[in-house]
């Protein structure tokens, strides 16, 4: 019999990185070339993987701009994410957060012509503007329920999810990588379903089995550029 083919993990990185005043000290000519090498270095790399960057400025004052990248090469995202802080504007920023945590990958029946950048699902992440993350840690008596009571309280939540037709949540296993047991990630077309979704959500009876869930980050995609210009 023909052994079924491994699905490959996808690593996802969510880096939250803080803008120094020094930068803005800086003058005109030294901003703009620093923004334009750092802009480069990131441009470069999204060539090989999924990258997407959001502004957290102006609503939160630990972090500026969340850097989420995606690879089914643990050591390429590591080597990419040490870049951040060695190129032009990124010596100015300083860490405030970073997530890290594993999806399982496409179905190894899917040609790899058909996926973007060889190895991730298309239209599965990235797709809408607003974007709630939050880590989350599950009490212990989860891990004491049965595989069927924690299915139907899955399912109870999945059930509000699929309500609203124009938000896509994913979740980021964390064990044995990261802090946090896992990473949730909640994309939104419009901010009032994503508020509303979030509201129904800490109502189910699955958050009695969950010890933490904060800090939590509401993100705006925009392109790289946009953001710099905006921080700086």
Not at 194 to 215: F, M, S, W
Request: with cysteine.
């Amino acid at each position: 019999m023909e052994k079924a083919k491994k699905t490959a993990n996808i690593y996802s990185s969510f880096m939250l990185v803080k803008l120094q005043p020094e930068f803005r000290r800086l003058i005109s000519n030294e901003k703009i070339a620093a923004k334009q090498e750092f802009e480069n270095m990131v441009g470069a790399a999204q060539e090989k993987l999924f990258l997407r960057t959001y502004m957290v400025s102006g609503l939160r004052s630990d972090a500026d701009i969340l850097i989420w990248r995606m690879s089914d090469d643990l050591p390429y995202l590591q080597e990419v994410g040490a870049r951040t802080f060695s190129s032009g504007a990124g010596r100015y920023f300083t860490p405030s957060y970073c997530y890290l945590g594993v999806h399982p990958g496409a179905d190894p029946a899917i040609p790899r012509k058909d996926l973007e950048f060889g190895f991730l699902p298309k239209d599965t992440f990235g797709r809408h503007r607003f974007m709630l993350l939050h880590p989350v840690v599950k009490a212990h008596t989860w891990y004491e329920l049965s595989e069927g009571e924690r299915e139907k309280l899955m399912g109870e939540r999945a059930q509000v999810v699929s309500r609203y037709r124009d938000i896509q949540e994913n979740f980021f296993l964390s064990y044995g990588l990261d802090e946090p047991d896992l990473i949730v990630a909640r994309e939104a077309k419009s901010l009032e379903d994503l508020t509303a979704a979030t509201h129904e959500l800490r109502l189910q009876r699955i958050k009695n089995y969950t010890c933490e869930d904060k800090p939590v980050f509401l993100c705006l995609g925009r392109d790289l550029r946009e953001i710099m210009d905006a921080i700086s």
